[in-house]
Nanobody, 115 residues
Framework: QVQLVESGGGLVQPGGSLRLSCAASGIIFSAYHMGWYRQAPGKQRELVATVTSGGSTYYADSAKGRFTISRDNAKNTVYLQMNSMKPEDTAVHYC?????????WGQGTQVTVSS
């Protein structure tokens, strides 16, 4: 059974930082490309950042310079370090694992940026 379990969400003030974690089980983690997506109320789910199985990274414009995605294959975990956070980062953040046509999603973790 495949599971992606996100953690690390919460309430943070503007300018603050959070680190999200996504622990994967039931997959050969090192073979999967991993990503973080987010969905704000009333909006479509959007890509935040991805890291390939080979370690290459991609960031949405909104994340560039502020967020860092990384993976630890030994721990089957992908991280999203979020710095200089803004109110518009408020959303449910989802972890995704995909390879080919296979895609798995976590249940999401709420991130709220507010003073």
């Amino acid at each position: 059974q495949v599971q992606l379990v996100e953690s690390g969400g919460g309430l943070v003030q503007p300018g603050g930082s959070l680190r999200l974690s996504c622990a994967a089980s039931g997959i050969i983690f090192s073979a999967y490309h991993m990503g973080w997506y987010r969905q704000a109320p009333g909006k479509q789910r959007e890509l935040v950042a991805t890291v390939t199985s080979g370690g290459s990274t991609y960031y949405a414009d909104s994340a560039k310079g502020r967020f860092t995605i990384s993976r630890d294959n030994a721990k089957n975990t992908v991280y999203l370090q979020m710095n200089s956070m803004k109110p518009e980062d408020t959303a449910v953040h989802y972890c995704n694992a995909h390879v080919g046509l296979i895609s798995y999603w976590g249940q999401g973790t709420q991130v709220t940026v507010s003073s």
